[in-house]
């Protein structure tokens, strides 16, 4: 059997709502996922001018807080529904839809911050009729290594290769994974990218600032050296690279450098940001085994088409030809989303996905919401044949 699965993600950095649609096996093991399309729906200009002027952390108490959620829901319906029709699908093709259970929670985003806790799921399910699965961003999140919308999804693709691979998932925040045939896969969490951006910008515009726009400002200013070395003071006490940190880290780094860029050009504020980002990812592929490093070198993520960003990545990586996910057939903004499809499959599946070995889950990997009478029982009796199927 196949299953058609919708992906939805709103992430750091961004303005609006990814979405894809993927084809998934019934098979065991590693899923081989089929891409099938992506499509964006920008949000309105209202929730875009709220969420700059609330500063770097919306208030949840704000009486425009009920607006935005609403409005915020709506788009992902919206998109869920016009890429079904994009597709020349219904919504009985469809067997599930997979998002985040908060909103810009896995990304360190503080445009989002106010989102904790909150996300567009069970509106999505109650207005499409779809049935949604909203992965929860805190499953195993003491150790980065195991985490599984990034992880999984890499190893779905590139895990039983022939050559060695290294993804670099330039999102709300650096990710880098490993592959290579017969060794174990490794995953790495450096730190800030697109959240850091956001944070710099937040309170700058009241307009949708696309990646290249930022490029654009990045390469007008000039790399600050003692901005660099006090953020790495800072990163270095914040979020410790030898050993695995919760998430939380990324969030009390932005925390503390907010402070001390007020008097410094903008556009020196965040090409420094950029060269820092690089500076970050670096750090952590130098700790990479060199078998690994031997095949290629693939970008993800919002901020892959970065071009100021690329390029001084490809610089800081020598000889190392960078590809975008985009030769795979994914292109590389919709990654985020991509992955939440994927994972949720496997919630249905009753599986964690860890590298190359599912396990039974010990905590629940996603929250449920059922769509229509006919999209849950379509759920529910895949659930149960796979549960006797296991058993």
């Not at 992906?7 to 093991?29: F, K, N, R, T, Y």
């Not at 961003?137 to 693709?157: H, I, M, Q």
């Not at 790495?232 to 050993?243: E, H, I, V």
């Not at 980002?277 to 690994?292: D, G, W």
Request: with cysteine.
């Amino acid at each position: 059997m196949i299953r058609t699965i919708l992906g939805l993600h709103a992430g750091a950095g961004e303005h609006g709502v990814h979405s894809v649609l993927i084809d998934i096996p019934d098979q065991v093991g590693l899923i081989r996922p089929v891409f099938r399309m992506g499509m964006y729906q920008a949000f309105p200009l209202e929730v875009c001018r709220w969420l700059a002027k609330a500063g770097d952390k919306p208030s949840r108490e704000s009486r425009y807080f009920d607006n935005a959620c609403k409005i915020i829901a709506d788009q992902f319906s919206t998109l869920a529904l016009s890429t079904i029709k994009e597709a020349n699908l219904k919504e009985e093709e469809i067997f599930a839809v997979g998002c985040d259970s908060s909103l810009g929670a896995m990304e360190g985003s503080r445009r989002f911050l106010a989102f904790r806790g909150w996300g567009p799921g069970q509106e999505v399910s109650q207005t499409t009729g779809l049935s949604v699965v909203c992965i929860n961003s805190d499953v195993d999140a003491r150790s980065s290594s195991l985490d599984p919308v990034f992880s999984y999804s890499g190893a779905s693709l590139f895990a039983q290769g022939k050559e060695p691979v290294v993804m670099i998932h330039l999102g709300g925040m650096i990710k880098i994974s490993a592959f290579a045939p017969g060794l174990p896969a490794l995953t790495f969490q450096a730190g800030p990218c697109a959240s850091l951006f956001e944070l710099i910008f937040n309170s700058e515009s009241t307009a949708p600032l696309g990646v290249d726009f930022l490029s654009k400002r990045a390469v007008q200013g000039k790399m600050q050296q003692q901005l660099l070395d006090k953020w790495f003071a800072t990163a270095l006490r914040c979020m410790p690279f030898n050993k695995s940190k919760n998430r939380g880290d990324c969030a009390l780094f932005l925390d503390e450098i907010q402070g001390g860029q007020k008097d410094l050009d903008g556009e020196d504020v965040l090409c420094s940001a950029h060269h820092f980002v690089v500076a970050l990812i670096k750090n952590q592929i130098e700790k990479v085994p060199e078998e690994y490093k031997q095949g290629r070198f693939i970008i993800t993520g919002s901020h892959a088409r970065n071009g100021f960003l690329r390029h001084l990545l490809g610089l800081s990586l020598g000889d190392k030809k960078l590809e975008l996910i985009d030769t795979s057939g994914i292109p590389a903004p919709s990654w985020d989303s991509f992955s939440r499809a994927l994972v949720a499959s496997c919630a249905l599946d009753g599986i964690t996905p860890h590298i190359g070995i599912p396990r039974t889950i010990n905590r629940p990997l996603a929250a449920f919401y059922p769509g229509s009478n006919a999209s849950w029982g379509k759920c529910l009796r895949w659930m149960e044949s796979h549960s006797r199927q296991a058993g």
